[in-house]
């Protein structure tokens, strides 16, 4: 075991973190941290504000898409995380029809239009929300896309439920 590192606390409660511990833990100058107590210890966490990684997404979108070869994307409320066999820039701002029904947390077959971003070019078919683990985490969602006039059939689905249900079991 490491010895302890002092660090003493300044007038404004801050603290400095060693370079050591910033180096372990990967923190960048802007990184968030999660603070927690319990019993008489404080720990600290990388934040993280999705039940998911980036790197796990994008690699459970790779094996989803190879398997039902389906335009498929990850997205929050706000914007899409990662996307597989379309044309849609991560970090892209969903629109807020989709935003309202990723918020639901509820399964969706749409039979209306609901587009992925505000343009009419990325019409969806299904959402499959990725159930967060508890609320701490914003709300996500695994969208399937329609390719061309090929509507996405039920085992494509099922294999996209599934998929949404090894992401929340996979916290990192």
Excluded: W
């Excluded at 029904?101 to 990325?122: G, L, N």
């Amino acid at each position: 075991m490491k010895p302890a590192m002092i660090r003493r606390i300044d007038t404004q409660g801050r603290i400095n973190l060693p370079s050591a511990i910033r180096e372990t833990m990967q923190l960048l100058p802007g990184d968030a941290l999660e603070i927690c107590t319990k019993d008489q210890g404080v720990y600290l966490y990388k934040y993280q504000a999705y039940p998911v990684s980036y790197q796990t997404a994008k690699n459970y979108l790779e094996i989803l898409y190879s398997v039902i070869r389906c335009s498929i994307a990850i997205c929050s409320t706000d914007k899409i995380l990662s996307a597989k066999g379309i044309c849609l820039l991560e970090g892209s701002s969903i629109s807020t029809v989709l935003s309202a029904y990723v918020k639901t947390q509820q399964p969706q077959i749409f039979k209306e239009k609901v587009y992925a971003t505000d343009s009419d070019r990325f019409p969806v078919d299904s959402m499959i929300p990725v159930r967060n683990p508890d609320d701490h985490y914003a709300p996500m969602a695994l969208l399937l896309f329609q390719n061309g006039h090929r509507q996405v059939t039920d085992e494509e689905r099922l294999c996209a439920k599934v998929i949404a249900a090894l992401l929340t079991q996979n916290k990192q």
